[in-house]
């Protein structure tokens, strides 16, 4: 059971940081975006990712410390 803990966790942290990612490359499409609609839809997908993000942290961080 602990191995199969470890495994979810290592999962988690990986997705955790693949959406990291990509709120930084959506961000920086935004930026890099010259139509206002490319820009806003880039926009709201970084901050999509970012949510995402920032729930699978709090689940690691409850899995972690339990």
Same mark, same amino acid.
């Given at each position: %059971?602990?191995?199969?803990?470890?495994?979810?966790? =290592?999962?988690?942290?990986?997705?955790? %940081?693949?959406? %990291?990612? +990509? =709120?930084?490359?959506?961000?920086? +499409?935004?930026? +890099?975006? *010259?139509?206002? *609609?490319?820009?806003?839809?880039?926009?709201? +997908?970084?901050?999509?990712?970012?949510?995402?993000?920032? %729930?699978?942290?709090?689940?690691?961080?409850?899995?972690?410390?339990?």
């Amino acid at each position: %059971e602990e191995m199969e803990v470890a495994t979810t966790m =290592t999962e988690s942290e990986d997705r955790m %940081e693949r959406f %990291e990612t +990509l =709120t930084a490359e959506c961000e920086l +499409l935004a930026k +890099l975006a *010259t139509d206002s *609609t490319k820009r806003e839809f880039y926009l709201k +997908l970084a901050e999509h990712y970012y949510q995402l993000a920032r %729930e699978t942290r709090a689940a690691v961080a409850t899995s972690a410390a339990a």
